[in-house]
Nanobody, 119 residues
Framework: VQLQASGGGLVQAGGSLRLSCTAS????????MGWFRQAPGKEREFVAA????????YYADSVKGRFTISRDNAKNTVYLQMNSLKPEDTAVYYC?????????????WGQGTQVTVSS
């Protein structure tokens, strides 16, 4: 599976961004999808995941209520809508296929997209 993430950028605290990740190479709908992030000097951390059927989603406590993960299997795309952004959300965000829920492992990784939240 090849993953291409986009949508990062610079935003003020309280603002919103939507990340997208488009998959190719294998049947997208067969995989759970996830988003992870890594801030400077910190380890990569789980952000959110969604299983194949778009019914169940999982979130890190730090983003619960602010971020929403969704997927469009017809477009082979997973999204991360990020609202009420905080400076501590600044990180490189990675999409992944077949992730461990709440873990840091995934079978396939995309390239990162930078999200910077200014105070």
């Amino acid at each position: 599976v090849q993953l291409q993430a986009s949508g990062g950028g610079l935003v003020q605290a309280g603002g919103s961004l939507r990340l997208s990740c488009t998959a190719s190479g294998r049947t997208f709908s067969n995989y759970a999808m996830g988003w992870f992030r890594q801030a400077p000097g910190k380890e990569r951390e789980f952000v959110a995941a969604i299983i194949k059927s778009n019914v169940n989603a999982y979130y890190a406590d730090s983003v619960k209520g602010r971020f929403t993960i969704s997927r469009d299997n017809a477009k082979n795309t997973v999204y991360l809508q990020m609202n009420s952004l905080k400076p501590e959300d600044t990180a490189v965000y990675y999409c992944a296929a077949d992730p461990t829920i709440y873990g840091t492992y995934a079978r396939y990784w995309g390239q990162g997209t930078q999200v910077t939240v200014s105070s």
